[in-house]
């Protein structure tokens, strides 16, 4: 993918996921996605020094994030299927390796990350069958600046 610069659509954004689950990293994109969104999980210390009158101190120490991806099941792609699959499944069994793609080139890795399938066709019956999930991340991960 070539570096952009300036503002972009979010279709630039693009997610690949490890469809084998053996560490082996067989990364493939994951079709017919059409919205996310993103939510920093971070754990802030707090305490009140008598030096800071009352003032409180603060400290980050803890982060997670969570990506919540809505789209489309779309039967025989690679990664969709991959996602799908995850619905059925529970503990380790539920970890894929992850990547997020940013438009200017940089890669955000997900090692283990924990796949939360929330949705896999339940929908109106003229609806085109959803695929709905939580990638959640599981430990620190990777940014590789483009």
């Known amino acids: 993918m070539s570096t952009t610069s300036g503002v972009?659509?979010?279709y630039e954004n693009q997610f690949r996921i490890d469809i084998a689950g053996t560490g082996t990293a067989d990364m493939k994109a994951?079709?017919?996605?059409?919205?996310?969104?993103?939510?920093?999980?971070?754990?802030?210390?707090?305490w009140r020094p008598f030096e800071q009158e009352g003032w409180v101190r603060r400290?980050?120490?803890?982060k997670g994030v969570t990506i919540s991806v809505s789209g489309k099941r779309s039967?025989?792609?690679?990664?969709?299927d991959a996602v799908?699959?995850?619905?059925?499944?529970?503990?380790?069994?539920?970890e894929r390796d992850?990547?997020?793609?940013?438009?200017?080139?940089?890669?955000?890795?997900?090692?283990?990350?924990?796949?939360?399938?929330t949705?896999?066709?339940?929908?109106d019956s003229t609806s085109v069958a959803p695929l709905?999930?939580?990638?959640?991340?599981?430990?620190?991960?990777?940014?590789?600046?483009a």
């Not at 200017?104 to 939360?116: H, K, L």
């Open 98 to 117: 992850f990547e997020w793609t940013f438009p200017d080139g940089t890669v955000v890795s997900f090692p283990a990350a924990v796949i939360n399938v």
């Open 8 to 10: 972009y659509p979010c």
């Open 132 to 145: 709905e999930f939580e990638v959640q991340s599981n430990g620190k991960p990777t940014v590789t600046a």
């Open 30 to 46: 994951i079709a017919d996605c059409e919205s996310f969104s993103v939510t920093f999980d971070n754990g802030i210390e707090e």
């Open 75 to 80: 039967i025989g792609d690679d990664g969709n």
């Open 59 to 62: 400290l980050l120490t803890a």
């Open 119 to 123: 949705n896999i066709g339940s929908a």
């Open 84 to 94: 799908a699959a995850l619905a059925w499944v529970s503990g380790r069994d539920a």
